[in-house]
């Protein structure tokens, strides 16, 4: 009986890899276009210079091209990774890095026109950071009402698309826009600490 060979390829694995990030690169230019309400495998195909059937072999179902899109727009945002929310003071250190890492990555500026249109990639993308956010204020102690109204301008202010809203919009210039989300959320901290111990 004849024995299988398997051996590695660098080269092989290499080609895959490059491969693999061309059809990212084109289902995230997708993203971006007017009117765009889902990913085209065969689009992706055209755009990567491979066939439909590579696209598939890659990513088989809209779920696994989700996936990989959340994946390969961290990569680009964070190539470093990056530490959530470890309690209510650690709020404003994550506040201000997030802005920082995601301003130096010109991936956040496409996201943040095109998020909107395909919120479904950011929530994959973001649900362990909000839920980090979430559990920081919740352990706070604040007035129910006060807890929600705080975690959701929080949750609104957690997207790079918040410091590109300041710039654009409001003037701000883009190298202070971390600091001053970070300084909105210490005093949201610390409001919410002081009506906790009215609360006791």
Not at 64 to 72: I, K, N, P, Y
Not at 90 to 119: C, K, M, N, Q
Not at 180 to 186: L, P, Q, S, T
Request: with cysteine; glycine share 4%; aromatic share 6%.
């Amino acid at each position: 009986m004849a024995k299988t060979c398997h051996y590695n390829s660098p080269k092989r694995d290499a080609q895959m890899a490059a491969t693999r990030e061309a059809i990212l690169e084109a289902f995230a230019e997708q993203l971006s276009e007017p009117r765009r309400v889902d990913l085209s495998p065969r689009d992706a195909a055209e755009r990567a210079g491979v066939s439909v059937r590579t696209v598939h072999s890659h990513f088989p179902n809209r779920e696994s091209q989700v996936a990989a899109l959340g994946e390969w727009f961290d990569h680009h945002i964070f190539p470093d990774g990056f530490v959530v929310a470890q309690g209510p003071d650690d709020l404003p250190r994550y506040f201000r890095e997030i802005h920082s890492l995601a301003l130096g990555s010109p991936v956040s500026r496409a996201l943040s026109l095109t998020v909107l249109r395909w919120p479904e990639v950011r929530q994959k993308r973001r649900a362990e950071r909000l839920d980090a956010i979430r559990r920081a204020v919740k352990k706070i102690g604040a007035p129910r009402r006060a807890t929600q109204d705080a975690t959701a301008v929080l949750l609104g202010l957690s997207g790079a698309d918040a410091s590109w809203r300041m710039h654009d919009l409001y003037g701000l210039p883009l190298k202070r826009t971390p600091g001053a989300i970070a300084d909105v959320v210490e005093l949201i901290v610390e409001n919410l600490k002081q009506q906790a111990v009215s609360e006791r």
